[in-house]
């Protein structure tokens, strides 16, 4: 079956984000991510494949050419199936237990593996900037690879959040306080900042503890680390402390 236009239009404008909020939808693309999100609580909308021998079981199935599906997919080798769910509503932040926030993180890879790392080590929360890149874009959701189905994100204004709330706030910072050399609680707001310029100083004043990745090369001149290769680190002390 060949796509129609209007078909084709509705599921390329999801690249966009103002498309994705105005029909409500994001794409999934792969058979594995697939799986993930129809055993998840999205709410499917339609799925299409170049296969007809997968997801027989899959109502509002739409069997399609391999030409239409690189037309739809997000990938350089499309791989078999893009499927169509409904952005759910956010939850409401619970402020217990460890939480990532991020600052205006901005490129989809990161914040994808961002997503991964929170469920490895069991963060059920992470709070984004309203700047941050959305988490339902394609690039985000082929990082997260199916971990976008287990961890809450919600997307507010993270000054006002970090004022209002009473849990100890962590930021990570070139000249903070050695990681492997302070305390660290089982609960708390761990702060990751933009790839570039890291944390905004408005943020900073508003943190109980400055913290650092402490550099152990012998010529001392790597800038900084990647921001989502960082919070793996973090996360790693802050869950083998607690």
């Not at 599921?11 to 994705?20: D, E, N, V």
């Not at 205006?104 to 990161?110: A, K, L, Q, S, T």
Request: net charge positive; glycine share 4%.
């Amino acid at each position: 079956m060949s796509l129609s236009k209007v078909q084709l239009k509705l599921i390329t404008s999801l690249l966009q984000k103002k498309y994705r909020k105005k029909h409500n939808l994001f794409m999934v693309e792969g058979i594995k991510g697939v799986q993930e999100f129809l055993n998840s609580k999205f709410e499917f909308f339609q799925l299409l494949t170049s296969d007809a021998s997968i997801f027989l079981e899959v109502e509002n199935r739409i069997v399609i050419s391999e030409n239409d599906l690189k037309k739809i997919s997000n990938l350089k080798t499309p791989n078999k199936v893009v499927a169509l769910f409904r952005i759910p509503e956010e939850d409401i932040i619970v402020n217990n237990g460890l939480i990532v926030a991020l600052d205006e993180v901005n490129d989809p890879g990161n914040l994808g593996t961002i997503i991964r790392l929170c469920d490895w080590f069991g963060i059920d929360q992470l709070i984004c900037s309203k700047n941050t890149v959305d988490c339902f874009n394609p690039k985000v959701v082929q990082a997260s690879m199916g971990s976008l189905t287990r961890v809450s994100i919600i997307y507010t204004d993270l000054d006002k959040y970090l004022q209002q709330t009473k849990l100890p706030k962590f930021a990570t910072i070139m000249d903070g306080e050695n990681i492997y050399k302070t305390k660290l609680p089982k609960e708390g707001i761990i702060i990751m900042g933009n790839e570039a310029n890291g944390i905004r100083s408005e943020i900073l004043k508003l943190v109980t503890n400055k913290i650092t990745i402490p550099r152990f090369g012998e010529f001392q001149k790597t800038e900084s680390l990647n921001v989502a290769t960082a919070t793996a680190i973090v996360l790693n002390e802050f869950k083998r402390n607690s």
